[in-house]
């Protein structure tokens, strides 16, 4: 696949995970005021167990994994589509924001992947 194309797919998946995260956002902010008032009237955390809102971390842990895996697949395919371009890796590194090094590791992965 092209790495135009890879760039594509990867921002779809980006605007996706955001569009679950707007989605689910309510649900968490309901979640998290159900906690809030069962500790301010002075009850135990404990009690929450098995409860949806019990479940806020792992659920924001899931979410936010899911974000996570989005914007690590969108730098990959922004720095191949760079590096195909003729970009320099200190080029990629000073537009993704990360270092040369991660860079390297990032198209390394790629190189991986068409082996």
């Not at 989005?70 to 200190?90: C, P, S, Y």
């Amino acid at each position: 696949m092209a790495a135009a194309d890879e760039l594509v797919e990867a921002l779809d998946g980006v605007v996706e995970a955001l569009g679950d995260a707007c989605e689910e956002s309510g649900e968490v902010a309901e979640r998290a005021d159900a906690i809030r008032s069962h500790r301010l009237r002075g009850q135990p955390v404990s009690e929450l167990a098995g409860t949806n809102e019990g479940e806020i971390v792992a659920h924001m842990s899931g979410l936010l994994s899911r974000l996570n895996s989005a914007t690590t697949r969108l730098r990959r395919a922004h720095a191949r589509a760079m590096r195909d371009e003729g970009a320099t890796t200190a080029r990629i590194a000073d537009v993704l924001g990360v270092t040369r090094q991660r860079v390297s590791a990032l198209l390394r992965t790629d190189a991986k992947r068409a082996s």
